[in-house]
C-alpha cells in the first residue's frame, strides 16, 4: 500500500537581501543607492515526507535549516519552488517566533491557537491544560516580554503539544528549559510522534535525540541537500565530515 505524502517540498530557493553599510552623508553627497548583496539560503532542497514520518534535519550553523523550516510554516515566502502541505495544518515551535510580546501568556495561548486554524472555542475548551502543561504559575496572566528564554520555549511546546497540528516542524526547543520540562516535553514528543497521524520535522544539535526519535534524516549544507536517508547512515556522514 503506498504511504499517503503530508509534504511536499520541490526546488524550493530562497534568499536574503543583504543591505551594505552606507552612511546617510554619502547617499546625500553622492545621490547613489546603498548596494545590496544577495544571499542564497535554501538552494533547490526537494523532499517528500511520508504522513506520519518524523524527520530530522542537521547542518551547520547557516546552512538554511531554520529558514526551511520557516518557510514551510508560512512565515517566509520563497522565490521559486513548491511547499505543498497537502491539506495539514502546520505548527512552527521556535524560540522568539509566534508571540505578542506585549500580551500574557494566556492570551498568546488564544491568538496562537486561532493562528492555527483552532476555533476561540477549541483553544479556550484546551487552555487549563496548556496552562497547566506549562506549568508557568502566576507569569501565566504576564507579558509574554518578561519570559526568560526556557519560560518563552515551555509556553510555545505546551500550545503546539496539546493543540496537535498535522504537521510539527520543532527548531531546537527541545534542548531549551529546566531538567525537569525537558524530560516531560521530551516524553510528550515521543507521545506524540507515536501516533501514526502526525508529521514532525525536528532541526538538533543532538545526535541522541536525533538517533531516538527520527525515522530519517536530512543534511543540509551551504542552503543544499548534501544526503537524506537512514537516520544512522547520514548521521555517521555528517558527524564524519564535521569533524574533519
Known amino acids: 500500500m503506498e504511504q499517503e505524502i503530508a509534504l511536499d517540498v520541490k526546488d524550493l ?6 543591505l551594505k553599510s552606507f552612511s546617510i552623508k554619502q547617499s546625500l553627497l553622492k ?27 542537521v547542518g551547520k550553523n547557516g ?6 523550516l520557516r518557510a514551510i510554516a508560512g ?30 501568556g494566556r492570551e498568546n495561548i488564544l491568538l496562537s491557537g486561532m493562528l492555527l486554524g483552532f476555533s476561540e472555542e ?10 497547566e502543561f506549562a506549568n508557568l504559575g502566576k507569569f501565566i496572566d504576564m507579558p509574554v516580554k518578561t519570559y526568560s528564554s526556557g519560560m518563552h520555549s515551555k509556553l510555545a511546546f505546551s500550545i503546539t503539544a496539546i493543540l496537535e ?23 510528550k514528543m515521543k507521545e506524540l510522534i507515536s501516533n501514526k497521524d502526525r ?15 527520527c525515522t530519517s534524516i536530512l543534511w543540509l549544507h551551504d542552503g543544499e541537500m548534501k544526503m537524506l536517508g537512514d537516520t544512522d547512515e547520514v548521521l555517521a556522514a555528517y558527524d564524519d565530515f564535521m569533524s574533519k
Not at 530557493?13 to 543583504?18: A, D, F, G, L, Q
Not at 546552512?63 to 526551511?68: I, L, P, Q, R, V
Open 199 to 213: 508529521t514532525v520535522l525536528i532541526v538538533s544539535h543532538s545526535a541522541q535525540t536525533l538517533k531516538e526519535l
Open 75 to 104: 512565515i517566509f515566502s520563497p522565490d521559486s519552488g513548491i511547499i505543498d502541505l497537502h491539506g495539514n495544518s502546520v505548527s512552527l515551535l521556535s524560540i522568539g517566533v509566534g508571540f505578542q510580546k506585549k500580551l500574557t
Open 122 to 131: 477549541q483553544v479556550r475548551g484546551k487552555m487549563d491544560e496548556i496552562v
Open 13 to 18: 530557493r530562497i534568499t536574503y537581501k543583504c
Open 165 to 187: 497540528a498535522d504537521i510539527i516542524l520543532i527548531d531546537e526547543v527541545l534542548s531549551v528549559g529546566d531538567a525537569r520540562f525537558k524530560k516531560k516535553s521530551y516524553n
Open 31 to 57: 545621490f547613489k543607492k546603498a548596494k545590496t548583496e544577495v544571499y542564497e539560503a535554501v538552494r533547490g532542497v526537494t523532499f517528500s515526507l511520508p504522513k506520519g514520518e518524523i524527520l530530522g534535519i
Open 63 to 68: 546552512s538554511g535549516k531554520s529558514t526551511m
